[in-house]
């Protein structure tokens, strides 16, 4: 079992920044990847970034490349998403993931945390 805790969430104008940070722990940890997922209000949850956690070999979707930087601190088991000029269709809970190889090549993760709320606003 991993447990996820996320922090960071809140309120933000449009093209301001936010960092979301996620604290791991757990029997099996550390996990292959690590990663973020997000899910717009009536919108399925879709993978953002995710992160080879051995060796650093980070993934993004499209629609965040050049905008979104995800990290790791492997001595606090903690990753990170540095989230840059904001957009308003960037509003949604984020979760984050956990997993096998599967989280990178099927974008699906085995763990996930309780999410935190981002709101872009104009």
């Known amino acids: 079992q991993v447990q996820l805790v996320e922090s960071g969430g809140g309120s933000v104008q449009a093209g301001g920044s936010l960092r979301l940070s996620c604290a791991a722990s757990?029997?099996?940890?550390?996990?292959?990847?690590m990663g973020w997922f997000r899910q717009a209000p009536g919108k399925e949850r879709e993978f953002v970034a995710a992160?080879?956690?051995?060796?650093?070999?980070?993934y993004y979707v499209d629609s965040v490349k050049g905008r979104f930087t995800i990290s790791r601190d492997n001595a606090k088991n903690t990753v990170y998403l540095q989230m840059n000029s904001l957009k308003l269709e960037d509003t949604a809970v984020y979760y984050c993931?956990?997993?096998?190889?599967?989280?990178?090549?099927?974008?699906?993760?085995?763990?996930y945390g309780q999410g935190t709320q981002v709101i872009v606003s104009s």
């Open positions: 992160i080879r956690w051995s060796g650093g070999t980070t």
């Open positions: 993931a956990a997993g096998s190889i599967r989280l990178v090549t099927g974008r699906k993760g085995d763990y």
């Open positions: 757990g029997r099996t940890f550390p996990s292959y990847a």
